[in-house]
């Protein structure tokens, strides 16, 4: 049977027609249909905005409160100047009248009568110097080798107890070290370690007869032991801070653990060393109470580190309250003034040395 013939049915498609390039009179149209467009779709897609949102954008943007933050904390560092200067303005207004009687004679003359108005500090400033000289000289040695130890020798479950009885040294109030003194202290002094320095070193004149016990040695010792937590605390700090490299590399070359230590670790950090001595010595310049309980307080320059003494320090914790005239009281208060910046002094030169070799090592390691 013959099969039907299929008649191919033409589908047309109503495409519009596309011109290569639009007439000059459909381009406006075009922008038109395009602005339009856009608009619809972000009227479309525009979200209300959320009450946090709204709360957000209600809040001040907070320059206020950060600027009056900052003017506070500003004031805050401004003010220990404006103490600093206040401190020496009272203390060089109060002693216009020992400055105007005795000039710079005041440091130069050994003389201290309070009742012939007779005044000089030349006594308190050597015992002050030569006190504080002796705590250095014996605390150096001792907190250095104690720093080395706790660093690069200690056991691990040895070195926070030791670090920790090192630094409760500098929290005891200094009345505690004081009253040690006088009960402990200077009984030893007198009775078993005075007779061994006379009998040993009494050719050199620093250590004669007579030995009370009370004396410029025993307030050195004492100074010794307040300065020798802030001398091996800085110390241990500035030592680790020299770079690990600079160890390893001085014992790759065969050093031994000495040899690191004095050439990798010690001449690195001898600056800020020398800081921590510094202000070690500053410490020890400014001590009042221990020191005046033991040293004697007798105002005389004598070459026998056994014989009484007196320091700046403690002449005015001693006298102050006895001051009866104007010019007694000027002439405490002017004491009290070379104290104070000798002291401060003496402190910024420690911090700078410090802070020199700490941004040295700091940079170096980079």
Avoid at 7 to 30: F, K, L
Avoid at 261 to 275: D, K, P
């Amino acid at each position: 049977m013959k099969e039907p013939e299929t008649i191919p049915v033409s589908r047309e498609v109503n495409t519009p027609a596309v011109t290569s390039q639009p007439t000059g009179a459909s381009v406006p149209m075009m922008k038109s249909f395009v602005a339009s467009a856009a608009a619809g779709s972000q009227s479309s897609t525009a979200v209300a905005p959320s009450a946090i949102r709204n709360f957000l954008q209600a809040k001040s943007s907070g320059r206020v409160a950060d600027g009056a933050f900052t003017g506070l904390m500003v004031l805050c560092g401004l003010s220990i100047f404006a103490i600093v200067v206040l401190i020496v303005t009272v203390l060089v207004s109060h002693s216009q009248l020992s400055i105007k009687a005795f000039g710079w004679h005041f440091f130069t003359t050994r003389t201290w009568d309070p009742v012939s108005g007779d005044f000089g500090a030349l006594p308190f400033i050597y015992g002050t110097v030569l006190s504080s000289l002796l705590a250095v000289f014996l605390a150096v040695p001792l907190a250095l080798a104690t720093s080395i130890f706790l660093l690069d020798i200690c056991p691990k479950f040895l070195r926070g107890p030791i670090s920790f009885l090192t630094e409760l040294l500098a929290a005891i109030p200094s009345v505690v070290y004081g009253l040690w003194g006088v009960f402990v202290l200077v009984p030893i002094v007198r009775d078993q370690a005075g007779p061994v320095l006379v009998k040993y070193l009494g050719w050199t004149g620093l250590f004669v007869e007579p030995n009370f016990g009370v004396g410029m040695f025993t307030a050195g010792v004492i100074l010794a032991i307040m300065i020798f937590p802030v001398i091996s605390s800085i110390s241990r700090d500035v030592m680790r801070a020299v770079p690990t490299h600079q160890r390893e590399a001085v014992l790759a070359l065969g050093a031994t653990r000495w040899e690191m230590l004095r050439i990798g670790v010690l001449r690195n950090a001898r600056m800020g060393i020398i800081g921590s001595v510094i202000l070690g010595l500053g410490r020890a310049l400014g001590e009042t109470i221990a020191v005046t309980m033991v040293i004697g307080n007798h105002p005389a320059i004598l070459k026998n580190l056994l014989a009484p003494g007196y320091t700046l320090a403690s002449v005015i914790a001693n006298e102050f309250t006895e001051a009866t005239g104007d010019l007694y009281l000027s002439a405490l208060i002017e004491i009290g003034l070379a104290l104070f910046l000798v002291t401060i002094i003496v402190n910024a030169i420690a911090r700078l040395l410090v802070w020199a070799v700490v941004r040295e090592n700091a940079g170096s390691a980079h």
